[in-house]
């Protein structure tokens, strides 16, 4: 197929803005599918936690037939923490389909993909999706995403933007607001008409990016990129070099996997322009270069947006530790680790100071999470600390620190409780506007340290009614010291299992995390104090049995609903001197120091320091 017959498009939005769903539609229509064929919903989120969260973590490739031009469609994450993914992603394509909400509109994570998309020289098509919402507001998001567009220093022609109204779950695409609303053929023919086509070298030495490294069962290491130059065959030798010019390994291409659809089928030749994926190399990776033998520099690759968030993963050392998990010792964790950081560019793995332990730096705290998560349903067991950003000097030497963007769209009757949360959070309110249906909209400039934790306080004061969206903007003057939580921790004081007689005389001290019947162990934390101070409590306390009855002595002991953290609340919860042990089957809290005694010297320690 020649260059002219091939169209490379990625779409991009924020998250929950239909990405996924649109992408189902494409494939439905273009006949990707037969038909008694049955697909699930949103077909390319394969992976468990996507499907459980209802997010795209991981970018994925795909490729449809419309006439006689074939579009290669990439699927990209939408929320800012798995910025990385997008950023690679825009190496392979020729142009993008900018999705926006007609009812939500321009929001955050819709700027940072966009800013990454017009800086490479994309041609954008915008398409207000969900127009079909009984809220939507077509007329004012299409100026919203102009403003949008010149305010990120788009040039003329990609301010003369094509777009579309559309409907991603009921499968269709308009050019006008009153047109017909029958299928997506105006999207297609706007992507045909519209994207160019690859203007490759097809005459130069073969050479492509990896862009995408995954691992299949039966092929070993999977690469994917777009072919940049020349042409490749099945048992061609290559050689791999790094992005910055090291030689990596020399081997042969045994596999050479072209998109139709959601499969990867077999093919014999690709050429320049191609969105290919690769195997038989042991240790290419992102970005290397995987070319002919007679190249000899690699190609460029962009620049990815450094990690703003560190945290240490450790052994779990705990008095539980080795009963529930497969993988405990930190030889296993540290190739896990290495092993994620080789395919993801956007995580970052380096040894920690303290023993056994290693420090991952990434985006965000979701993006972390999602790591923990995964590597606890594969059997592993560990300790997470408290979540760091990464600060860093600027040339006058001063302290700086990551900053985020942060859009609230809250009631009214709670706009006043989040700007005051967020303003003890050293948040800046940039602006306030109504945004319809009795709701407000405010624009926040935040430390990113001042989010964490917030975001299950944040649904308690809105009632569970506020959304929040936030994105990282860059780096700004460090902002001092910032409170932390209020409360302090009810600690056990035993090794044993909870008992219900103890627990019901202890909720009246705080909100208890734990049950009747579960494990405790000496310094794990049960519960939140009542109070600023940290409490040690014994769970594990029985009635004393005695044979006197009397009427009322044996009242009915009833427990409140303990309050259970997942794992995200939980790793926002803990203070510096605590810690998350992560299992297969548990998530618990508790104190770095488990003996009382020690954590008394470690404090008298800190206060000296």
Not at 88 to 110: K, S, Y
Request: glycine share 10%.
């Amino acid at each position: 197929m020649t260059q002219n017959m091939l169209r490379n498009v990625a779409i991009i939005a924020h998250v929950d803005h239909g990405k996924t769903t649109l992408v189902d539609q494409l494939l439905k229509q273009s006949g990707s599918f037969g038909a008694h064929q049955h697909v699930a919903e949103r077909a390319l989120d394969r992976n468990d936690l996507e499907r459980e969260r209802g997010i795209t973590i991981l970018a994925k490739c795909t490729a449809v037939q419309w006439g006689d031009v074939r579009l290669n469609i990439v699927d990209t994450p939408g929320h800012a923490d798995f910025g990385g993914e997008v950023e690679r992603i825009l190496n392979m394509v020729d142009g993008v389909v900018v999705l926006v909400d007609a009812a939500e509109g321009v929001l955050p994570q819709t700027k940072f993909v966009v800013g990454k998309a017009l800086a490479r020289g994309l041609k954008p098509i915008v398409v207000v999706n969900k127009i079909d919402r009984p809220d939507a507001r077509a007329d004012e998001v299409h100026n919203e995403v102009f403003d949008l567009f010149a305010a990120l220093g788009a040039n003329d022609e990609q301010l003369d933007f094509p777009m579309l109204y559309a409907s991603g779950r009921q499968g269709w695409a308009t050019v006008d607001l009153d047109g017909p609303r029958e299928s997506l053929k105006p999207l297609f023919d706007l992507i045909v008409s519209h994207v160019p086509a690859p203007n490759l070298p097809e005459d130069a030495p073969f050479a492509m990016v990896v862009t995408i490294l995954e691992s299949d069962n039966f092929l070993g290491r999977v690469l994917t990129g777009r072919v940049e130059q020349g042409r490749a065959t099945v048992n061609m030798p290559v050689r791999v070099i790094s992005f910055d010019g090291r030689s990596v390994e020399t081997g042969r291409l045994t596999k050479l996997l072209a998109f139709r659809g959601l499969e990867r089928v077999p093919v014999d030749e690709v050429s320049a322009g191609d969105i290919i994926a690769v195997a038989g190399l042991k240790e290419a990776t992102v970005p290397d270069t995987i070319g002919g033998m007679e190249i000899t520099a690699a190609l460029p690759a962009t620049p990815i947006d450094p990690p703003t968030l560190s945290m240490t993963f450790r052994i779990n050392d705990g008095p539980l530790a080795g009963r529930e998990g497969k993988k405990v010792t930190s030889r296993q964790i540290r190739e896990r680790l290495f092993r994620e950081a080789e395919g993801n560019v956007a995580i970052k793995v380096t040894d920690s100071n303290e023993t056994e332990a290693f420090e991952v730096a990434g985006r965000g705290e979701l993006q972390l999470g999602v790591l923990i998560e995964q590597m606890r349903r594969e059997g592993f067991e560990l300790t997470i600390g408290r979540p760091r950003v990464l600060t860093r000097e600027n040339e006058a030497g001063e302290r700086e620190e990551p900053m985020e963007e942060v859009l609230i769209d809250v009631d009214e009757p709670y706009a006043g409780v989040v700007v005051e949360k967020m303003s003890r959070r050293k948040g800046e309110l940039q602006d306030i506007r109504p945004s319809g249906g009795g709701k407000q909209r405010l624009t926040f400039r935040i430390p990113s340290r001042g989010l964490i934790g917030y975001h299950g306080e944040f649904l308690t004061d809105t009632r569970g009614s506020g959304v929040m969206n936030r994105h990282f903007v860059g780096y700004g003057p460090w902002k001092g010291t910032l409170e932390g939580r209020r409360n302090g921790a009810l600690i056990s004081n035993s090794d044993g299992e909870s008992v219900q007689y103890s627990l019901f005389a202890l909720q009246d001290r705080g909100t208890l995390f734990i049950g009747a019947g579960e494990k405790v162990y000496l310094g794990m934390i049960l519960g939140e104090h009542s109070r600023e101070n940290d409490l040690d409590i014994n769970p594990i306390r029985e009635k004393k049995l005695t044979n006197i009855r009397a009427a009322g002595k044996d009242e009915a002991l009833l427990l409140i609903p303990p309050r259970r953290l997942n794992l995200e609340q939980a790793i926002a919860y803990i203070e510096d001197d605590e810690l998350v042990e992560v299992t297969p089957s548990a998530i618990r809290l508790r104190k770095r120091h488990l003996d009382p005694h020690s954590r008394k010297k470690a404090d008298r320690a800190f206060d000296a320091a």
